[in-house]
């Protein structure tokens, strides 16, 4: 049973278009992380959050850490095609959601 | 630094054998290590920790005479998959967590294939 809900689940849009994916917890965590695995390949970490409402940016990844460590959202300015992948997020007990499967069509 | 490797990167095996699967992390030492299995089109199920010097922990429903894991130094972790049938075809991942951090590093995949 997944304990991290993520949303959406799929997600096609044209290259330069933005977008926001959620992973959404009931449970409190010290961290979150977020990855991107693209096909045949493990996970590759893009980022940690740790503190209540804190935001990173990673050039046109903005990621954002709930107030109370219990969600986050990744946003995407300006998608690429190099963007395309599965997003995925996980908390510190190293479960992870389901994952946002990305497209972005040039 | 913090890279992982596992080996080998896939398998083809007939129903009914062994096969173990390596992981390594090559630049750092981890006391802990996660393996993962991972269906087409879905994410990464965590199936066991595994614990440097002790028995792994599994997760709910993960039959630990089937997965058999050893951990048996601070860069090796291994996962045997014991009695391979096809429904056990799958990615298999694991990840190693550098001590002190909370960062996790993973291993580029084993596919396993049962035939």
């Known amino acids: 049973t997944q304990l991290l809900e993520q949303s959406p689940q799929f997600l096609s849009i044209q290259e330069g278009e933005n977008l926001t994916v959620y992973c959404n917890s009931s449970?409190?965590?010290?961290?979150l992380q977020w990855y991107r695995q693209e096909p045949g390949e493990g996970p590759v970490l893009l980022v940690t959050?740790?503190?209540?409402?804190e935001v990173k940016k990673l050039k046109r990844l903005t990621f954002q850490f709930g107030d109370a460590r219990k969600d986050s959202s990744l946003h995407i300015t300006a998608a690429q095609p190099g963007d395309t992948g599965l997003y995925l997020c996980?908390?510190?007990?190293?479960?992870f959601g389901a994952g946002t499967r990305l497209t972005v069509k040039p | 630094g913090a890279v992982v490797s596992q080996h080998p990167s896939w398998v083809i095996c007939k129903s009914g054998t062994s096969v173990k699967i390596e992981c390594r992390s090559l630049?750092?030492?981890?006391?802990?290590m996660f393996w993962y299995r991972q269906f087409p089109k879905q994410s990464l199920m965590l199936m066991a920790t595994?614990?440097?010097?002790?028995?792994?922990?599994?997760e709910q429903g993960v039959e630990k005479d089937k997965f058999l894991i050893n951990h048996a130094s601070l860069t090796l972790s291994t996962l045997t998959v014991t009695s391979a049938h096809p429904e056990d075809s799958s990615f298999y991942i694991c990840?190693?967590?550098?001590?002190?951090?909370?960062?996790?590093?993973f291993g580029p995949g084993t596919r396993l294939t049962v035939l």
């Open positions: 990840s190693a967590g550098r001590q002190g951090t909370d960062t996790q590093y």
């Open positions: 449970s409190v965590f010290s961290s």
């Open positions: 959050v740790v503190t209540g409402g």
């Open positions: 996980a908390f510190n007990d190293m479960r």
């Open positions: 630049d750092f030492q981890a006391t802990t």
């Open positions: 595994s614990n440097e010097g002790s028995k792994a922990t599994y």
